[in-house]
């Protein structure tokens, strides 16, 4: 059973820094493509970021490129968001996700694994 576990959120002023991190656990990590999604108070889950299973390719959010940085650990089992310029419109529950069990060694397919959640908030 996978298992992700989010940590690392909280409250920061406008222009500041939170790094998020996901400890994956349940499968073999280093073979599978990760990523993180939002979801802000009534508004639907959007995709923020995402990092090949080779860590060799990421992808972003229009709304995120050039202030967050998506980056894994395999020894450690983990990915990590780092997010610099935080904005008020930032604050949102954060994600992280990971493909299904038959997606190993591919950049495609469906996000069917779910963390808990983590809160970010961001005052202006």
């Known amino acids: 059973q996978v298992q992700l576990v989010e940590s690392g959120g909280g409250l920061v002023q406008g222009g500041g820094s939170l790094r998020l991190s996901c400890a994956a656990s349940g499968r073999t990590f280093s073979v599978y493509r990760m990523g993180w999604f939002r979801q802000a108070p009534g508004k639907e889950r959007e995709f923020v970021a995402a990092?090949?299973?080779?860590?060799?390719?990421?992808n972003y959010a229009d709304s995120v490129k050039g202030r967050f940085t998506i980056s894994r650990d395999n020894a450690k089992n983990t990915v990590y968001l780092q997010m610099n310029s935080l904005k008020p419109e930032d604050t949102a529950v954060y994600y992280c996700?990971?493909?299904?069990?038959?997606?190993?060694?591919?950049?495609?397919?469906?996000?069917?694994?779910w963390g808990q959640g983590t809160q970010v908030t961001v005052s202006s």
């Open positions: 990092i090949s299973w080779s860590g060799g390719s990421t």
């Open positions: 996700v990971a493909p299904p069990d038959y997606s190993l060694y591919t950049d495609n397919g469906p996000w069917i694994y």
